[in-house]
């Protein structure tokens, strides 16, 4: 079974990095949102789960090559070197659920960064959107 994997920001359809550009291709499950905050990185954003706020993004079935890819661009690390860690999360998309990747960005690489209140990178980052606000301390 291939695994599956949540994406929410450069990755999703339409961003800097979509992930139709993988191969072999990635097989789109559909549209979904999870718990957590989403913080703006300047050219790309980063999650942090669990909390109140969602982030939307796209479920996707890949292949491991893929998975393997996605770990190199995300600067996944064994160690506190890297830029996201990778977790899994259930997501539901359409009242089917799913065991996802999500790729959370390493708390050390949020201080200061102002926080996405609509939840959806492609949305904020199509309009210049400023509905963000510092996260608090």
Same mark, same amino acid.
């Given at each position: 079974?291939?695994?599956?994997?949540?994406?929410?920001?450069?990755?999703?359809?339409?961003?800097?990095?979509?992930?139709?550009?993988?191969?072999?291709?990635?097989?789109?499950?559909?549209?979904?949102?999870?718990?957590?905050?989403?913080?703006?990185?300047?050219?790309?954003?980063?999650?942090?789960?669990? /909390?109140? %706020?969602?982030?939307?993004?796209? =479920? +996707?079935? *890949?292949? !491991?090559?893929?998975? $393997?890819?996605?770990? @190199?661009? &995300?600067?996944?690390?064994?160690?506190?070197?890297?830029?996201?860690?990778?977790?899994?999360?259930?997501?539901?998309? /359409?009242? %089917?659920?799913?065991?996802?990747? =999500? +790729?959370? *960005?390493? !708390?050390?690489?949020? $201080?200061?960064?102002? @926080?996405? &209140?609509?939840?959806?990178?492609?949305?904020?980052?199509?309009?210049?959107?400023?509905?963000?606000?510092?996260?608090?301390?």
């Amino acid at each position: 079974m291939m695994p599956h994997v949540f994406v929410y920001g450069t990755l999703r359809r339409g961003g800097r990095n979509d992930i139709a550009r993988y191969r072999p291709a990635p097989q789109w499950i559909g549209e979904a949102s999870i718990a957590g905050t989403l913080f703006d990185l300047g050219a790309y954003p980063g999650i942090v789960l669990e /909390g109140e %706020r969602r982030v939307r993004g796209e =479920v +996707y079935a *890949i292949e !491991p090559a893929v998975e $393997a890819a996605l770990d @190199v661009l &995300e600067e996944v690390a064994d160690d506190d070197s890297g830029e996201y860690i990778k977790r899994r999360v259930r997501v539901d998309v /359409g009242g %089917r659920w799913f065991d996802c990747l =999500v +790729y959370e *960005i390493h !708390p050390m690489r949020i $201080a200061g960064r102002a @926080v996405i &209140e609509s939840g959806d990178w492609i949305a904020h980052a199509a309009r210049g959107d400023t509905s963000f606000s510092q996260p608090k301390d």
